[in-house]
T-cell receptor, first 113, second 112 residues
Framework: GQQVMQIPQYQHVQEGEDFTTYCNSS?????IQWYKQRPGGHPVFLIQ?????EVKKQKRLTFQFGEAKKNSSLHITATQTTDVGTYFC?????????????FGQGTILTVHP | NAGVTQTPKFRVLKTGQSMTLLCAQD?????MYWYRQDPGMGLRLIHY???????AKGEVPDGYNVSRLKKQNFLLGLESAAPSQTSVYFC???????????FGDGTRLSIL
């Protein structure tokens, strides 16, 4: 079945440093979504990427979808303490998947002030 | 605006006991999902539903059953709880394909 691998599992940064998490799917995706989960909270949708090579920005966050639609990345510029949490990518195979998402293992980000 | 509501929030069970987790959404979404979250493993899909009266198996369905008798509710049942089912369970709903999923606050379940 479809697998989505995400690295790194943990990332510790000083406030102001940049952060990147990478996601790789075993199969070509219809779209990829990114979610953020604060400690003790639930996943919250950040963004969806659909097109090959797509790049989207949300303030300090930059999301990329690979040309082959099998990999993606999330980059945060100048991290802040409010960025703390676990970031998940989730791949949608499309077709008759009925929106089923395969989640990566997540990257836990801690930010030291 | 409640969104997705899960009950209960916490529960401790003994091995062999049964229980039902309730998920309710007030957004008139067609699709609903049950996930379990374990450390280092992301979220894994247990069962899902694409509409009232329909259910289907996800990645890790063994030991669980589900029902969707009403569009707004999706129930997850554990018939005979096992320690391996200790986890955090999340319910999510989605309006349709290529839409974001909206998650509930989760149910933290411990089985002794």
């Amino acid at each position: 079945g479809q697998q989505v691998m995400q690295i790194p599992q943990y990332q510790h940064v000083q406030e102001g440093e940049d952060f990147t998490t990478y996601c790789n799917s075993s199969t070509t995706l219809s779209n990829i979504q990114w979610y953020k989960q604060r400690p003790g909270g639930h996943p919250v949708f950040l963004i969806q990427l659909v097109k090959s090579g797509e790049v989207k920005k949300q303030k300090r966050l930059t999301f990329q979808f690979g040309e082959a639609k099998k990999n993606s990345s999330l980059h945060i510029t100048a991290t802040q303490t409010t960025d703390v949490g676990t970031y998940f990518c989730a791949g949608d195979a499309g077709g008759t998947s009925y929106g089923k998402l395969t989640f990566g293992q997540g990257t836990i980000l801690t930010v030291h002030p | 605006n409640a969104g997705v509501t899960q009950t209960p929030k916490f529960r401790v069970l003994k091995t062999g006991q049964s229980m039902t987790l309730l998920c309710a959404q007030d957004m008139n979404h067609e699709y609903m999902y049950w996930y379990r979250q374990d450390p280092g493993m992301g979220l894994r899909l247990i069962h899902y539903s694409v509409g009232e009266g329909t259910t289907a198996k996800g990645e890790v369905p063994d030991g669980y059953n589900v029902s969707r008798l009403k569009k707004q509710n999706f129930l997850l049942g554990l018939e005979s709880a096992a320690p391996s089912q200790t986890s955090v369970y999340f319910c999510a709903s989605m309006r349709g394909n290529n839409q974001p999923q909206h998650f509930g606050d989760g149910t933290r379940l411990s089985i002794l």
